[in-house]
């Protein structure tokens, strides 16, 4: 029997019915149609689904979509405002962090987390906030400074 | 199936009373959404309980560090209560899984999962513990480490009547300290490949008594009784604690893992942990020692 939830996703409330069984990142992709969220191991151990959740990063393989109730959510597709990307989407591309794609929604979602609490992270604090996202091909060197140009972008305004 | 977001203990229970051996709670839910899954575990009825507040709660009550089942692991690790009173718990509690996975997961769970490696149920081993069960329609009881771990990923909770409410942790005394060291492959998303904890009270650089958890080797958090009761009135020095090393041996029977060691491996790296653990209560302690060899 499906049921009623409330929640805001990335900024929009809205009021919707799901099935209990169903977990958030199944939700976000095969209902809602964001498939910006990547799913990758369904085990909590890839990172790719990566969303912030009440301002954490969580992965949303593993959260039940039933618990989504009164929380506020972020999924890559609200990080751009229109045609502009966000400073991290458009570190990313400056410092080539990205090559097949697959985990950058997850990583860029990890490094907004982080960013969003700490605006000025040192290099080994990035690793730590990253280290359950994996990437297979870039290699993490890039990520890393793609993600300290990010952050010091936003200490500066943009 | 049917999935009730709990507001108070007493809903909880009263949810899971009803479903009648075919509910489960679900904290963090970390491992349980897996193992529903892959069918180890099914229910008719999920009895959420992130949403009670008191079962969130990080507070001290008289002597004890009260720890509330649903308190995620990131909420311990930065609780300034508890990084006061037990910095070994922090260490344990902030380096299970990966960031995502702590800020869902909980230490009660990591518990309850009984994993013999699991870094936050060792590192709150040797604190002594009480785990306090509820039921509805009975008074709460409370279960020390030696009688929660029933069996390989087994805990003596009958989890479609019950849940623990909270984590009860005696506070240290000023000539007490607590360690928690692991040997591992990579930081994140790894189990160890060993893992020591302790908690040690000593007087004058002399070992009043002292409780040592170790794993993988056997069912949860297995005591160095030997090591724990040749230490016990000995100077904590390097050749004392390098010997209750050796004599952890005596209680550890680790196997051989594909991915996370050898029993040799294992073998051999055991009793280093076992006194790094020790060094590290030794130095918190302010005793002196001279390292030898």
């Known amino acids: ?158 | 199936m049917k999935y009730v977001l709990a507001k108070s203990i007493g809903e909880a229970l009263g949810a899971l009373a009803d479903a009648q051996g075919k509910g489960r709670v679900i904290s963090g839910g970390t491992d349980l959404t897996i193992d529903m899954e892959e069918g180890k575990i099914s229910a008719d009825v999920l009895i959420d309980v992130t949403q009670i507040p008191e079962m969130k709660e990080i507070r001290i009550e008289g002597d004890e560090l009260v720890i509330g089942a649903s308190a995620t692991l990131t909420e311990i690790t930065h609780n300034p209560l508890v990084r006061r009173y037990f910095l070994s718990l922090t260490k344990g509690t902030g380096c299970i899984g990966s960031l995502q996975i702590r800020n869902s997961a909980t230490l009660t769970g990591n518990v309850v999962s009984a994993q013999p490696a699991a870094d936050g149920g060792m590192a709150v081993a040797p604190l002594n513990p009480a785990y306090v069960i509820s039921r509805e329609g009975a008074e709460d009881k409370k279960l020390n480490t030696q009688e929660m771990y029933a069996g390989f990923g087994r805990t003596a909770i009958d989890p479609h009547n019950e849940m623990v409410k909270e984590i009860r942790i005696p506070l240290p005394k000023e000539n007490e300290a607590s360690s928690y060291v692991r040997l591992e492959l990579r930081k994140s998303l790894s189990l160890p490949m060993l893992n020591v904890a302790a908690m040690a009270g000593a007087t004058g650089g002399e070992v009043d008594w002292v409780r040592i958890t170790m794993g993988p080797v056997g069912v949860g958090p297995v005591r160095a009784r030997h090591a724990e009761e040749w230490l016990a009135g000995k100077k904590l020095n390097w050749k004392n604690m390098a010997e209750a090393g050796n004599m952890a041996l005596l209680d550890a029977k680790p196997r051989s893992n594909p991915l996370r060691g050898s029993r040799e491996y294992r073998e051999a790296t055991l009793p280093i942990l076992v006194r790094r653990a020790l060094e590290d209560i030794a130095t918190q302690l302010g005793v002196k020692y001279e390292k030898e060899g």
């Open chain 1, 1 to 158: 029997m499906r049921e009623k939830i409330s929640f805001t996703l990335n900024g929009v409330f809205m009021e919707t019915d799901v099935d209990p069984d169903v977990r958030l990142a199944d939700f976000l992709r095969d209902e809602l149609h964001l498939i910006g969220t990547k799913i990758g191991c369904k085990r909590g151990e890839c990172g790719a689904c990566t969303v912030i959740f009440n301002g954490k990063a969580v992965t949303s393989c593993l959260v039940p979509v039933m618990r989504a109730d009164g929380a506020v959510i972020e999924t890559i597709e609200g990080l751009a405002e229109g045609d502009k990307l966000h400073p991290i989407q458009e570190e990313f591309i400056n410092h080539g962090a990205v090559q097949c794609g697959f985990c950058t929604p997850g990583m860029i979602m990890s490094a907004k987390a982080l960013l969003d609490e700490n605006p000025n992270p040192t290099p080994t604090e990035v690793c730590e906030a990253l280290g359950g996202n994996i990437c297979r091909c870039t290699g993490y060197k890039k990520i890393q400074e793609a993600v300290l140009a990010a952050a010091e972008r936003m200490r500066k305004g943009w």
